[in-house]
């Protein structure tokens, strides 16, 4: 009986000793995800200078507490409404891949939070949008849109450096414009339409004049030529036409179904029954 209360009392210390142990490892160390990076808040003297990276990481129980940071490429969709240098409304969406310069987690938690990218990209996006978009024409934003996104890129990452953020790609994926332009264009394009129907309808009339012209020069020709062939040759050539004719007449009836062809004896019809 000694014997098993003894081994019974060794097991309850080996199991306190092991929860113990969980306990204080669960306490003292924490774990970064890959694409993390974490920063250390001491109770006592504030926030640690060391970034700590993927992998198993001690701190302080109760003392001191993780702070995690997401530090892989992100994208973000930012809405605004802007003018036109000729005041036509425009709405544009812009997509923004973005990440933090990691070696300025401490001086972005310090001076913005962990949710900096809420804080700042919008702001600065349509700083930047309002500023460019003002520059050019509802047109020139179609006919331009290149060298557009090049401009709000350029100055958009320029400004979000100043707060150590990263955009690795920046483009703008929709672009519309007020309802009145959009009529505008609407017709604008009706009369493009319309004026190239007008120019075609010309270039028709003046290739049909043109036509007239080349078929009267030629029936004039012909019939010069035919009279100077009448005065050389007589009623020959007139008798020769006169066949041509006849053999194209002829050429059609003999095509066509409803002909019936009569010998030239007229008494044929006499010999016809009459009862």
């Given at each position: ?93 812009l997509r923004i891949l973005y990440h933090p310069e990691v070696e300025y987690l401490n001086t972005l ?57 990263i955009l690795e790609d920046i483009a703008l994926t929709h672009l519309v414009f007020g309802k009145e ?62 066949l041509e004719a006849s053999k194209k007449i002829a050429a059609q009836l003999a095509n066509s179904p ?18």
């Amino acid at each position: 009986m000694n014997f098993l209360e003894s081994g019974l009392n060794s097991l309850g210390r080996i199991g306190l000793a092991v929860a113990g142990v969980s306990f204080f490892m669960g306490q003292c160390l924490f774990v970064v995800d890959g694409g993390q990076r974490a920063l250390i808040f001491d109770r006592y003297s504030g926030l640690k200078p060391k970034i700590h990276t993927e992998g198993v990481n001690f701190k302080v129980p109760i003392l001191q507490y993780p702070i995690l940071f997401e530090v892989r490429t992100t994208p973000k969709v930012i809405n605004a409404k802007t003018g036109t240098k000729d005041l036509q409304i425009v709405t544009l969406d812009l997509r923004i891949l973005y990440h933090p310069e990691v070696e300025y987690l401490n001086t972005l938690y310090l001076n913005l939070g962990r949710d900096y990218d809420d804080r700042i990209l919008p702001s600065i996006a349509n700083e930047v949008l309002k500023s460019v978009i003002a520059q050019y024409n509802a047109e020139q934003l179609l006919t331009h849109r290149e060298h557009v996104s090049r401009e709000i890129r350029e100055r958009l990452t320029q400004r979000a450096s100043e707060f150590h953020i990263i955009l690795e790609d920046i483009a703008l994926t929709h672009l519309v414009f007020g309802k009145e332009f959009t009529t505008a264009c609407e017709q604008k394009q009706v009369a493009q339409q319309e004026a190239e129907r007008a120019k075609y309808s010309v270039q028709q009339m003046e290739q049909e004049a043109l036509a007239a012209i080349i078929k009267a020069e030629g029936e004039a020709e012909a019939g010069k030529l035919l009279r100077e062939a009448y005065e050389k040759y007589g009623t020959t050539i007139l008798e020769m036409r006169s066949l041509e004719a006849s053999k194209k007449i002829a050429a059609q009836l003999a095509n066509s179904p409803g002909v019936m062809y009569i010998p030239g004896n007229n008494s044929t019809l006499l010999n016809l029954p009459l009862n």
